[in-house]
C-alpha cells in the first residue's frame, strides 16, 4: 500500500549544535592565524605580543581541529563538566589573543560574545552566567592591568564594562531562547510522532478492511491501494509495485461508464478462472476537475451472501413447518397406494397410474427431506484439510456409497494443497457435485466421467477444487439461477442439490461458481477459504 510519508521534525541534539561551534572555532583559529602569518591588519593582530598572539592561534587552531576529529570520527560527546572546560579554553585563547593585540579596544574582546552564546546553548542556567561572569572579570582585568602596568588610558575600563555588560546579555537571552526553541522542538516533535501514529493507525485500517481501496490519479495511474482490492481484482504479483489502470481492464471500464454517467454499475466478473464478483462504486476527492477519484470495490458475494441469509432465516422456518405438514398426507398418499398395488385385479392402466403415484410420492418425499434436512444442518466446523491426501480417499468412498463404476479421475497440481472445510461438509458437496456430473455425463458420452482437479491460485494462494464433466452444459443464461432453491433442468430432480452445495460452501467461507474450462466442459470451480485465515 502506498502512502505520503509525515515529515519528520529532526532531532534537537546538543552533539549537533557542539558540532556546528567546533567549525567555528577551528575556522576562526585558522583565519585568524592565516591573517597574523600573511600580515593582514598589523597594527590589529598581535601587534603588542606577536609571539604570543602566533603560538595562542596556533596552539587554539590545533586543539579545534582534534576536537572536530573527536566529534565527527569518534562520536564523542562530552559531558556538562568537559564542555565547561571546553568553553573556558576558549575564553582563555580569546583572552590572550585580545591581550596580545592591544586589549579590548582591538575589538577582539567582542570575540568573547560568541563563546558566552554557545554556552547558553550549550550549559545548564548557572554554568552559563557563571561562564559570562568569568568572560566579564577576565575582560576587567586584563583592563585593569594594562591601566596598572602601561598606564594605557582609562577608556579601556569603559569598553571593558560594557563588554561585560554584553556578555551577561547574550548569556541569559541565549539560554532564554534555546529554552524556548526545546519546548518548541518537543512539542514540534510530539506533533509530529502523534500525526505519525495516525497515519500508521490509518494505514493498517485501511489495509484490514474488507472493502477494497483505490485511489487513481488524473492520469490513470493507480496512486493507492489496499490487500482486499488486490484480492478482489486479481492484480498480479509484479504489477503491485507500478500498477496503472491498463493492468485493470474490468477497473477502467467500468470507469468510463461512471464518467459518461451510466448508472447502475453491472456487477463485475474478474479474471476468467476467477470467482470473484466484485461491485465498484466511483467518488472524486475534490470538486474541481481533474481530481484523484476514490474507488471502493466490494465482494458481492458477500454482499448476496448476506441478503440471502436474511431471505432464508424467516423462509427456512416456514418451509420447515410446511414439510411437516406435507409429509404425513403424503406418507397417507404413498401407503394407499402400495396397498391398492397389492389387488389382484388391475388392470395395466391401472398399474402404470400407481407407478407414477410412487414415484412423485417418493420426488416429493426427497424434496421434505432436503428441506428438512436444511433446517436441521449443523454448524459447520471447519478443519484444516490436506487435499492431496484426502482426495484420493474420497473417490473409493463415493463409488462405495453410490455403487456405480463410472470414470472418477484426480488430477493434483500441486503436491502440497492445504485447505479448511468441514470435512463431512465437504464430501457432502463433492458427491451432489459428482452425481449431476456423472448424470450429465452419460447424456453426452453414454457413460459418467467426472474429473477432480485441485490445486492453489497463484495470486491469492487459496486452494480450489474443480469438479470437471463431459454433459451438455448450462445455457449462460441460467448461470446465476442454478443455486437457487428449487431451480431445475431436470423432470426428476429436487432443485436443492447445488443450493445445497452452495449453503454448505458460504457456512465454510468458499464460494462456488459455474464456468467452462478451456476445453469446453462444464466446470464448477470451489475456492476455498486460505489455510491460515481464522473462520
Same mark, same amino acid.
Request: net charge neutral; hydrophobic share 45%.
Given at each position: 500500500? @502506498?502512502?505520503?510519508?509525515?515529515?519528520?521534525?529532526?532531532?534537537?541534539?546538543?552533539?549537533?549544535?557542539?558540532?556546528?561551534?567546533?567549525?567555528?572555532?577551528?575556522? =576562526?583559529?585558522?583565519?585568524?592565524?592565516?591573517?597574523?602569518?600573511?600580515?593582514?591588519?598589523?597594527?590589529?593582530?598581535?601587534? &603588542?605580543?606577536?609571539?604570543?598572539?602566533?603560538?595562542?592561534?596556533?596552539?587554539?587552531?590545533?586543539?579545534?581541529?582534534?576536537?572536530?576529529?573527536?566529534?565527527?570520527?569518534?562520536?564523542?560527546?562530552?559531558?556538562?563538566?568537559?564542555?565547561?572546560?571546553?568553553?573556558?579554553?576558549?575564553?582563555?585563547?580569546?583572552?590572550?589573543?585580545?591581550?596580545?593585540?592591544?586589549?579590548?579596544?582591538?575589538?577582539?574582546?567582542?570575540?568573547?560574545?560568541?563563546?558566552?552564546?554557545?554556552?547558553?546553548?550549550? %550549559?545548564?542556567?548557572? =554554568?552559563?552566567?557563571? #561562564?559570562?561572569?568569568?568572560?566579564?572579570?577576565?575582560? %576587567?582585568?586584563?583592563?585593569?592591568?594594562?591601566?596598572? +602596568?602601561?598606564?594605557?588610558?582609562?577608556?579601556?575600563?569603559?569598553?571593558?564594562?560594557?563588554?561585560?555588560?554584553?556578555?551577561?546579555?547574550?548569556?541569559?537571552?541565549?539560554?532564554?531562547?534555546?529554552?524556548?526553541?526545546?519546548?518548541?522542538?518537543?512539542?514540534?516533535?510530539?506533533?509530529?510522532?502523534?500525526?505519525?501514529?495516525?497515519?500508521?493507525?490509518?494505514?493498517?485500517?485501511? &489495509?484490514?478492511?474488507?472493502?477494497?481501496? +483505490?485511489?487513481?490519479?488524473?492520469?490513470?495511474?493507480?496512486?493507492?491501494?489496499? *490487500?482486499?482490492?488486490?484480492?478482489?481484482?486479481?492484480?498480479?504479483?509484479?504489477?503491485?509495485?507500478?500498477?496503472?489502470?491498463?493492468?485493470?481492464?474490468?477497473?477502467?471500464?467500468?470507469?468510463?461508464?461512471?464518467?459518461?454517467?451510466?448508472?447502475?454499475?453491472?456487477?463485475?466478473?474478474?479474471?476468467?478462472?476467477?470467482?470473484?464478483?466484485?461491485?465498484?462504486?466511483?467518488?472524486?476527492?475534490?470538486?474541481?476537475?481533474?481530481?484523484?477519484?476514490?474507488?471502493?470495490?466490494?465482494?458481492?458475494?458477500?454482499?448476496?451472501?448476506?441478503?440471502?441469509?436474511? *431471505?432464508?432465516?424467516?423462509?427456512? !422456518? =416456514?418451509?420447515?413447518?410446511?414439510?411437516?405438514?406435507?409429509?404425513?398426507?403424503?406418507?397417507?398418499?404413498?401407503?394407499?397406494?402400495?396397498?391398492?398395488?397389492?389387488?389382484?385385479?388391475?388392470?395395466?392402466?391401472?398399474?402404470?397410474?400407481?407407478?407414477?403415484?410412487?414415484?412423485?410420492?417418493?420426488?416429493?418425499?426427497?424434496?421434505?427431506?432436503?428441506? %428438512?434436512?436444511?433446517?436441521?444442518?449443523?454448524?459447520?466446523?471447519?478443519?484444516?484439510?490436506?487435499?492431496?491426501?484426502?482426495?484420493? *480417499?474420497?473417490?473409493?468412498?463415493? !463409488?462405495?456409497?453410490?455403487?456405480?463404476?463410472?470414470?472418477?479421475?484426480?488430477?493434483? +497440481?500441486?503436491?502440497?494443497?492445504?485447505?479448511?472445510?468441514?470435512?463431512?461438509?465437504?464430501?457432502?458437496? %463433492?458427491?451432489?457435485?459428482?452425481?449431476?456430473?456423472?448424470?450429465?455425463?452419460?447424456?453426452?458420452?453414454? *457413460?459418467?466421467?467426472?474429473?477432480? &482437479?485441485?490445486?492453489?491460485?497463484?495470486?491469492?494462494?487459496?486452494?480450489?477444487?474443480?469438479?470437471?464433466?463431459?454433459?451438455?452444459?448450462? @445455457?449462460?443464461?441460467?448461470?446465476?439461477?442454478?443455486? &437457487?432453491?428449487?431451480?431445475?433442468?431436470?423432470?426428476?430432480?429436487?432443485?436443492?442439490? #447445488?443450493?445445497?452445495?452452495?449453503? #454448505?460452501?458460504?457456512?465454510?467461507?468458499?464460494?462456488?461458481?459455474?464456468?467452462?474450462?478451456?476445453?469446453?466442459?462444464?466446470?464448477?470451480?470451489?475456492? =476455498?477459504?486460505?489455510?491460515?485465515?481464522?473462520?
Amino acid at each position: 500500500m @502506498n502512502t505520503a510519508s509525515v515529515q519528520r521534525i529532526p532531532n534537537y541534539s546538543t552533539y549537533d549544535l557542539l558540532r556546528v561551534y567546533t567549525y567555528y572555532r577551528t575556522l =576562526l583559529g585558522s583565519l585568524l592565524l592565516l591573517m597574523f602569518q600573511g600580515q593582514v591588519a598589523p597594527t590589529v593582530l598581535g601587534y &603588542e605580543h606577536p609571539t604570543l598572539f602566533f603560538y595562542t592561534s596556533a596552539i587554539y587552531t590545533a586543539l579545534n581541529i582534534i576536537t572536530l576529529a573527536l566529534l565527527w570520527r569518534a562520536k564523542f560527546l562530552p559531558s556538562v563538566q568537559q564542555l565547561f572546560v571546553l568553553l573556558l579554553i576558549d575564553l582563555l585563547a580569546v583572552g590572550l589573543l585580545m591581550h596580545a593585540s592591544g586589549g579590548a579596544m582591538s575589538g577582539l574582546g567582542y570575540l568573547l560574545l560568541v563563546v558566552v552564546a554557545a554556552g547558553g546553548m550549550l %550549559l545548564p542556567g548557572q =554554568l552559563a552566567v557563571l #561562564l559570562a561572569a568569568l568572560a566579564s572579570i577576565a575582560a %576587567l582585568i586584563e583592563s585593569i592591568s594594562r591601566i596598572w +602596568l602601561f598606564s594605557a588610558d582609562t577608556q579601556t575600563i569603559f569598553s571593558s564594562g560594557i563588554l561585560g555588560a554584553l556578555l551577561f546579555f547574550t548569556a541569559i537571552a541565549f539560554q532564554y531562547l534555546t529554552k524556548k526553541l526545546r519546548t518548541t522542538h518537543l512539542e514540534a516533535q510530539a506533533q509530529a510522532e502523534h500525526a505519525a501514529h495516525l497515519q500508521k493507525l490509518a494505514q493498517l485500517i485501511v &489495509e484490514r478492511m474488507r472493502t477494497g481501496i +483505490l485511489v487513481l490519479t488524473p492520469d490513470q495511474r493507480v496512486d493507492l491501494f489496499n *490487500k482486499s482490492a488486490a484480492d478482489l481484482l486479481a492484480i498480479p504479483g509484479s504489477k503491485l509495485n507500478s500498477l496503472t489502470l491498463q493492468d485493470i481492464p474490468e477497473l477502467e471500464e467500468q470507469l468510463q461508464q461512471w464518467r459518461q454517467h451510466t448508472s447502475p454499475l453491472p456487477i463485475v466478473r474478474v479474471g476468467a478462472r476467477s470467482a470473484n464478483e466484485v461491485k465498484i462504486n466511483f467518488a472524486p476527492l475534490a470538486e474541481n476537475e481533474p481530481s484523484d477519484i476514490l474507488v471502493f470495490v466490494e465482494d458481492n458475494r458477500l454482499i448476496t451472501q448476506q441478503a440471502q441469509q436474511l *431471505k432464508l432465516a424467516s423462509l427456512g !422456518r =416456514l418451509t420447515a413447518s410446511i414439510a411437516h405438514e406435507v409429509r404425513n398426507p403424503l406418507g397417507a398418499i404413498s401407503h394407499a397406494g402400495q396397498l391398492l398395488a397389492e389387488s389382484d385385479n388391475l388392470k395395466a392402466d391401472d398399474l402404470r397410474l400407481l407407478s407414477i403415484i410412487e414415484t412423485h410420492s417418493k420426488r416429493v418425499n426427497q424434496i421434505i427431506e432436503n428441506v %428438512l434436512q436444511l433446517s436441521r444442518r449443523r454448524t459447520a466446523t471447519p478443519q484444516q484439510v490436506q487435499l492431496d491426501q484426502w482426495l484420493p *480417499k474420497f473417490i473409493p468412498d463415493y !463409488r462405495n456409497e453410490s455403487g456405480h463404476d463410472d470414470n472418477i479421475e484426480l488430477r493434483l +497440481l500441486s503436491s502440497d494443497i492445504p485447505a479448511k472445510f468441514d470435512p463431512d461438509q465437504l464430501h457432502q458437496v %463433492l458427491s451432489n457435485l459428482c452425481d449431476n456430473g456423472r448424470r450429465y455425463s452419460k447424456q453426452v458420452l453414454g *457413460k459418467g466421467r467426472v474429473l477432480l &482437479e485441485a490445486g492453489i491460485e497463484q495470486n491469492t494462494q487459496q486452494p480450489y477444487i474443480r469438479v470437471i464433466d463431459w454433459g451438455p452444459g448450462i @445455457n449462460q443464461a441460467e448461470h446465476r439461477d442454478i443455486f &437457487e432453491p428449487f431451480y431445475t433442468t431436470s423432470t426428476t430432480g429436487s432443485g436443492l442439490g #447445488l443450493y445445497i452445495c452452495k449453503e #454448505l460452501c458460504e457456512a465454510n467461507q468458499a464460494f462456488i461458481h459455474y464456468t467452462r474450462t478451456r476445453e469446453g466442459q462444464s466446470c464448477f470451480h470451489i475456492q =476455498l477459504a486460505h489455510p491460515d485465515r481464522a473462520l
